[in-house]
């Protein structure tokens, strides 16, 4: 009996888990074809490169402001230049911008969620 009470809150306990993940946290097919996993890490979620040249480099940080929209760095892995990030959440689809000059001048893409 005590087994299956282990076994139930266990379930539980990690169904619990999923339900409060961010959305913005998995697996993302970037405009260019890479795949990006978005994780927590510390207040914040990083987001690394895990497929083509650049896999295994971290090339983000953001943080949630709330209603699906975060803010922080990233970086353009091929000339390792970091800019001011900003990404909004609709569906299963992310717009990601990386702005200069205060946000004058921004370049953005859309990813996908995997």
Known sequence: ??????ITLATVIMSVGAALADPIE???RTQSGETAGIAKCGGSFCITLKT??????????????????????????????TYTGKASLSG????????VFGGLLCQSQ???KL
């Open 52 to 81: 083509g040249d650049h896999k295994g480099k971290q090339i983000g940080k953001m943080q949630a402001t709330g209603n699906g929209k975060y803010k922080g760095k990233i970086t353009d892995p091929a000339e390792d230049k």
């Open 26 to 28: 998995g697996n993302w």
């Open 110 to 112: 859309s990813w996908q």
């Open 1 to 6: 009996m005590k087994r299956l009470f282990a």
């Open 92 to 99: 299963s689809s992310m717009k990601m911008s990386g702005c």
